[in-house]
């Protein structure tokens, strides 16, 4: 009788032992009550969520649990012992920080991804800008912070020079990324938009893992593996090109054959130039991208192009007279880059990437043969200590070794061997999820001046709403200076800059706006000893550039249709080469202006897109009157126009017009080398090519996926 | 003895609810709720439950399973495409989470295709043709995985409708799959596993009414 008393009593007691009201509240740093926080003993079913008061309440029979635990997303898990079960048990949430709520470092950068909303740029607006003929820097050239340079169509970044803007390919650097192109017409990236699913544009203050670019690092991120096969075919007029991808399990191969030819197009529509044969070429790319553990990466890509042309130039001063041009190029470049996460908190980059470009030109009888081999080597390291704190280094090595044939009746050789040994170290903190700080420093060895550089990157960026924030940045940056520089001076001293910025931005659901005020500071370019000598050096030249940047960007107010429009003021003058002063250079303009649009048509299954672009004068030197760089071209415009139409799933049919309205845009004045009999020299305007560029292309794609097609890549 | 009794007890006591089919009770309770939830709030609350199970459980993936599909449905209670997202991205992390448990399973891939069905919708016009091809891709696999499944083909169906609206192309193929989800539905006997998903035969015949039946 007694057991059986005690049997029942301490079933009673199963019952009701351990049987307690948990209860509290939570809440953030500032007191602000969480509501829908996951409240629970750990281990067990039992819990509750927070109501409106932050505040829970729930009853266990659980014994075992002595832990309570408070999940909430946008916040680190949080975890109490439960020390007395009648005690009010109160959690103080700390906000975590992630990509999802962090304020971002704006300053100097537009970015285009597809997975952040926070971007203004998505790679789609890439391959669909009107007037960009799907060339990345072309695209890019309707942002604010570039100047239209309409004869090269390379980016002039904020009165820096084209060359002051470097392109990396998964961290690596690219040389010679531009294809040849005739002359006065816009050179196009070797680089297809659609191989890339993120693409950084910095114009100033960029990390110090880039070195070796003045003005602007264009930093493009290839895709990773490919989920599906596909075969594409593109019959275009100015050639045709196949490509396919063949996925695996956890890889993905893919090439791409392509033969340019213009014969039959200039056969078409009249040129200015006078062809014997239309610019050539082919080319083939190569990737395999290689998923080789859940976090690890490794991606190859190859790129091997041959191109060539041969045109007549007429002779300044006497027109009548056709000097042959003849223009080729021989382009391989290998790229490959690997990833990994080692743990949680460690990180490793690595890559190499080979660049070799065999370039000949000629006039006439004159000949110059260059030959490029360019590799680099770098090594990153990625330590993020906890949400708030990250770190980065690394180590690299870029080399280029250069030389060059002159002809002219007698050869003349020059070479350089260069190596740019460099590590860079650069932090990020956050104070909070709406301040945030980066410091780096890159240091920099030139094999050739034997000069140790050492350059420090800041920034910073703080929430100032819920949609706004500012950004600041400070850097400074350096470069070899211009090829035909080094070679005739090896220990030339790197050209350096130095960027102040300040960014405001504010970005919502389809609209973002942004304005941005720059300094830059230009020092050690080289200017010529005597000005009629460009054959020695001294590194005293500088200058400056400073403007503003506007950017406005909706896609919400008016159904299926998206524009941008850009507007930047630049103001800036150097001293170098042969300048007898401080000019503003013949390639930057004061005010350039973009406007952007792309419609959807969703009855007629089409997207139509139109571009308008202006720049002001640009100054050239006119050797007929006094002074220096006193020349002013008209003013710049061009619209452009293209439509893409999805005739099925699978075959899109696309069409583009560059400066639809036939203006006769002036880039500048030539002058020959010498007056004629009565003491003028003979000019004659650089124009492009033919006023118009007409586009038309069938693109098809031959998939099992039947979601899948060309479109991303227009 | 009677300690032992007393140690026995003890031990009892403690796992007495778990023995008590706490698993199947607690499912039982909470997939219905997170199928009639109409507020965001009780929402929250059932995710959150289903959350705890499968944490405590650690080798079930049908809490996370209905957990993904709350999130998926809270994303359907918000206006803002930034919170949508939010809500998604959870939804994707809590597939995860159940695919850790039971890789390669047709459910839980056709549930990761569902979700970034949603996620295009968000914002089709720069998501469409990226999204388009990782949902394709997550049905075929799952109907590779379970030519069974009758929710990979409805969803198939749903997708290809949407993809033949777009295309203004016919709507054959949605049907054939729309159909072959109603077949699957009324022949395949319900599962072994009373917690897992059985839900979608009445979309497939609401879909097959308007897509296929409406002219």
């Known amino acids: ?714 | 003895m009677k300690r032992n009794l007393i140690l026995l007890l003890g031990v009892l006591c403690a796992t007495f609810a778990m023995a008590n089919g706490q698993f199947e009770k607690a499912m039982g309770k909470n997939i219905p709720a997170m199928f009639s939830a109409d507020n965001q709030e009780t929402l929250q609350g059932v995710i959150n439950q289903l959350n705890r199970i499968g944490d405590a459980e650690g080798d079930r993936w049908e809490p996370y399973y209905y957990a993904a599909f709350g999130y998926v449905r809270m994303s359907g209670m918000i206006e803002s495409a930034d919170e949508k997202d939010k809500y998604l991205d959870l939804a994707l992390e809590t597939v995860a989470k159940g695919e850790a448990v039971k890789p390669n399973d047709s459910e839980l891939e056709t549930m990761r295709g569902y979700i970034n069905m949603i996620k295009l919708a968000v914002d089709p016009a720069s998501r469409g043709m990226m999204y388009s091809g990782m949902v394709f891709t997550s049905f075929q696999k799952a109907i590779k995985l379970n030519p069974d499944n009758p929710r990979a083909h409805y969803l198939m169906g749903r997708m290809q409708y949407g993809t033949a609206q777009f295309m203004g192309t016919g709507t054959e193929e949605a049907c054939g799959s729309l159909f072959k989800a109603k077949v699957l539905y009324t022949q395949v006997d319900q599962p072994a596993n009373p917690f897992a998903p059985t839900w979608g035969k009445e979309s497939t015949d609401e879909s097959i009414k308007e897509i296929c039946e409406g002219e």
């Open chain 1, 1 to 714: 009788m007694k057991g059986l008393l005690t049997t029942t009593l301490l079933f009673l007691t199963c019952f009701s032992y351990g049987q307690v009201t948990i209860s509290g509240q939570v809440a953030d740093k500032s007191g602000e009550p969480l509501l829908g926080v996951n409240v629970y003993l750990k281990g067990t079913y039992d819990g509750a969520t927070t109501d409106i008061n932050g505040e829970f309440s729930f009853e266990s029979y659980e014994v075992d649990s002595l832990i309570l635990v408070a999940s909430y997303i946008g916040f680190h898990t949080s975890e109490l012992p439960i020390e007395s079960k009648s005690q009010k048990l109160n959690f103080i949430l700390k906000e975590e920080i992630s990509h999802l709520n962090a304020v971002v470092i704006t300053a100097g950068s537009f970015n285009a991804s597809d997975e952040s909303k926070r971007e203004v740029l998505k790679p789609l607006d890439i391959v669909t800008t009107a007037g960009a003929t799907a060339d990345i820097p072309g695209a890019l050239n309707t942002l604010p912070g570039t100047q239209t340079v309409g004869e090269t169509g390379r980016l002039f970044v904020r009165g820096g020079d084209g060359r002051e803007t470097k392109t990396f390919i998964d961290g690596m650097l690219v040389h010679n990324e531009y294809s040849p192109s005739a002359p006065n017409t816009p050179g196009r990236s070797r680089f297809s938009p659609f191989m890339f699913k993120g693409t950084s544009f910095s114009t100033g203050g960029y990390s110090a893992e880039y070195g070796q670019a003045l003005s602007s690092a264009l930093v493009l991120n290839s895709k990773d593996v490919a989920e599906n096969d596909r075969t594409d075919i593109s019959l275009m007029s100015v050639g045709a090109d196949i490509s396919t991808t063949q996925s695996f399990e956890n890889s993905s191969l893919a090439g791409k054959v392509q033969y340019t030819n213009l014969t039959p197009y200039f056969a078409l529509v009249s040129q200015n130039l006078r062809w014997n044969k239309a610019p050539q070429e082919y080319n083939g790319n190569f990737a395999y991208r290689w998923k080789t553990s859940k976090t690890g990466m490794l991606k190859v890509f190859t790129n091997v192009s041959q191109s060539s042309m041969d045109l007549y130039e007429s002779d300044i001063r006497n027109p009548e007279i056709d000097l042959p041009v003849v223009v080729s190029n021989d382009y391989l470049h290998f790229n490959t880059s690997y990833r990994e996460l080692l743990d949680d908190k460690w990180g490793v980059r690595t890559g190499i990437s080979f660049t070799r470009s065999n370039d000949f030109a000629s006039l006439d009888q004159s000949s110059i043969d260059q030959n490029l081999s360019g590799f680099h080597t770098k090594v990153t390291m990625d330590y993020q200590h906890s949400d708030r704190l990250a770190l980065v280094a690394g180590a690299e090595m870029i080399g280029r070794s250069l030389n060059q044939t002159l002809n002219d009746g007698e050869s003349f050789y020059q070479e350089f061997d260069e190596r740019i040994g460099a590590s860079f170290v650069e932090t990020e903190m956050f104070a909070s999820s709406a301040l945030a700080f980066k410091a780096g420093v890159r240091v920099e060895h030139n094999n050739l001046n034997d000069n140790i550089a050492l350059d420090p990157r800041l920034s910073a960026a703080y929430k100032t709403g819920e949609h706004s924030q500012v950004s600041v940045a400070y850097g400074q940056f350096r470069q070899a200076p211009a090829t035909q520089i080094t070679l005739s001076d090896k220990a030339s001293l790197h050209e350096k800059a130095t960027h102040y910025i300040a960014n405001y931005q504010w970005l919502s659901e389809g609209m973002s706006f942004r304005v941005e005020v720059y300094e830059k500071k230009y020092d050690q370019l080289a200017k010529y000893t005597n000005i009629y000598d460009p054959g020695t050096f001294q590194f005293t030249g500088g200058g400056y550039a400073r403007g503003l940047d506007l950017f406005w960007r909706d896609s919400k107010t008016v159904k299926n249709l998206d524009y941008w429009v850009s507007y930047s003021y630049l103001n800036t003058e150097r001293e170098y080469k042969d300048f007898p002063g401080s000019y503003t250079p013949s390639f930057a303009s004061n005010h350039n202006f973009s406007v952007v649009t792309k419609k959807f048509f969703d009855k007629l299954k089409s997207q139509v897109g139109v571009t308008y672009s202006f720049a002001s004068p640009r100054s050239y030197n006119d050797l007929n009157s006094e002074g220096f760089l006193n020349g002013r071209t008209p003013a710049y415009h061009d619209l452009s126009f293209n439509i893409s139409y999805l005739y099925s799933s699978q075959v899109i049919i696309h069409a583009m017009v560059n400066n639809v309205l036939g203006i006769n845009n002036i880039f500048g004045y030539e002058y020959a080398s010498t007056p004629n009999e009565n003491g003028v020299y003979a000019s004659r305007p650089i124009t492009p090519a033919a006023k118009r560029f007409i586009f038309l292309g069938v693109f098809i794609t031959l998939s099992k996926n039947k979601g899948i097609n060309q479109l991303p890549n227009l």
